[in-house]
């Protein structure tokens, strides 16, 4: 019988965690876990990325729509590099990862050989909560251990080294001698609940309010039905950071929508008008959106005490697991009767959906990105996932998406990365592969990484329950969102040099890869698309030509400020009076008369 080396207990001790999947590209600084792979019949399963970034993301995207950890796996120096900008999405998204690196010999370190890079120094900023390099076989199990333990807590990525050497020695477990750190398997979560006092104490603040606000993020996903029996008890309304956008349904006449930039009217509106704010599971970190200061007395309910108490000065800061604290509160709260500001927000919300389905049937040139968001939300499966690239998709993805049910979504939050659309896609695949996933991307995004990604779910997706991946592409030849932000943030007009993108035939790409390739260029064809692909076979994607001319106007744009920055577009934006004319008759839909209201 074969000695078993140090690569062959790596993917022994990952199953023993249930680790399932592994994201991973290869290379030499792994060969030895690769030979280890093919021993251990492919568990956990390796998944083939076309590049490590893209592989690190695979990971968030499978973290984040399980709940469970990601790994991540790439080679020595520029592969372990091509990791970073994914595990900085984990870190700045609070999701747990585990990035497992190979690393020279060690006769080789510090000597300036082939692909040697200081990965501890390197890792340090990204993976601080949890970095260690491997030098000795009985030190794996302790390294691998607390690297997984620490990520699950901390919510945070982190990263263990291997050397290549050490990758093929034989193994030898710690033993019960000096200077040895013998490890176990599993951890058991303690449920954090609030102290009873600070409990009574926001109850008092909350009780005596009259206009309440609720902001929930991520944190409180777990903590539905005890959010929603809080609304209702204190007549609040219920905005929701992007991250949590699946938190709560949309069709709850109460709930809000997104907040900040990406936000809606009914989301800003409550928040100046409020005069209690409860946050609940967010670190929502753009202040100007939340109530001014000194206007609304205000309690933070938080897991994490490292981030209590930021953005806001909250009178009470509550540590403990959302629906445990909700479950807690709800005894200490008393109903209010005056029903006035409630019965306000709900019909906010009510306009701004209709506002909503006008702006998406504006006419446009050819086709109005929004309304390739509208057609599809009344057509999303109960089950659906839906992730969104950074960019202009993002905010009709924030505001848009009518989320109800199951339904689960996200993007890069925190990091506003350019690239994870995709990859997030294929990590939800795995996480849930019997549930349709949708990924909307800018073509700027798909030229970056998403159309060589596109290969591996060509390679993966017949292992899928449901095959059902569609990629919906916004085609305008834009770097859509900066050109946006340059006109609005700058007063700049656009330039074009930077700005304009070379025509791709994407859905020719994709049907040279055997998926279902629509091309979408009339607005009357939005509707059957996504008939089509969510009846489909196999992944789909759609190549939409959106006009790079619709604004992504913000929630507390005026009509004055909109003819301001229409002023600022004369000074010589190439597309300037196509963007006049889409952004007027977009915010004008605000202004006109709808049914019911």
Known sequence: ??????????????????????????????????????????????????????????????????????????????????????LYDAKLDHVPVVAIVGQTNRSAMGGSYQQEVDLLSLFKDVAGAYVQMVTVPEQLPNVL????????????????????????????APTHAFKMVPSSLGIDWPTTAPDDDAIRRAAGILN????????????????????????????????????????????????????????TRPSYEMMRECDTLLTIGSSFPYTQFMPGFGQARAVQIDLDAKYIGMRYPYEVNLVGDAATTLR?????????????????????VARWWQTMEAEAMVEADPINPMRLFSELSSRLPHDAIV????????????????????????????????????????GAKFASPGRPVIVFAGDGAMQMNGLAELITIKHYWREWADPRLIVAVLHNDDLNQVTWE??????????????????????????????????????????????????????????VRCDPDVPPIPPHATFEQMKDAAQSLVKGDPDRWGVIKEGVKTKLQEFLPHKDA
């Open 387 to 426: 992730t969104a690239d950074s960019g202009s998709a993002a905010n009709w993805y924030a505001r848009q998406l009518k989320f109800r049910g199951d339904m689960r979504g996200s993007l890069s939050g925190n990091l506003a990365s350019m690239g994870p659309g995709v990859p997030y896609g294929i």
């Open 1 to 86: 019988m074969t000695a078993q080396t140090v690569a062959d207990h790596l993917l022994e001790r990952l199953r023993e965690w249930d680790v399932e999947y592994v994201f991973a590209f290869p290379g030499d600084g792994i060969n030895g876990i690769l030979a280890a792979w093919g021993r251990a019949e492919n568990r956990p399963q390796f998944v083939q990325s076309r590049h490590e970034e893209m592989s690190a993301f695979e990971a968030v995207g499978y973290a984040k729509f399980t709940g469970r950890l990601g790994v991540c796996m790439a080679t020595s120096g520029p592969g372990a590099i091509h990791l970073l900008n994914g």
């Open 486 to 543: 340059m006109r609005a943030m700058q007063g700049a007009p656009k330039f074009t040099e930077s700005q304009q993108l070379p025509d791709v035939d994407y859905a020719g790409f994709a049907a040279s890869l055997g998926l279902l390739a629509i091309s979408v260029d009339k607005p009357d064809q939005v509707g059957p698309a996504w008939d089509r692909a969510l009846a489909a076979d196999r992944p789909a994607l759609l190549d």
């Open 208 to 263: 005596a309010g009259r206009k309440v606000a609720i902001l929930a993020g991520s944190g409180a996903r777990d903590a539905r039905e005890q959010l929603q029996q809080v609304a209702d008890i204190l007549g609040a309304g219920v905005a929701k950071a992007l991250l949590g956008k699946d938190v709560l349904s949309d069709e709850l006449p109460y709930v809000t929508g997104s907040i900040g930039l990406l936000g």
């Open 145 to 172: 251990d607390r690297a997984i333990r620490i990520a699950l807590a901390e919510r945070a990525p982190t990263a263990i080294i291997i050397p290549a050497d050490v990758q093929e020695l034989e193994y030898s």
């Open 328 to 348: 807690a509160l709800i005894p200490h709260l008393h109903r209010k009767e005056d029903r006035s500001w409630r019965e306000g927000i709900e019909a906010g």
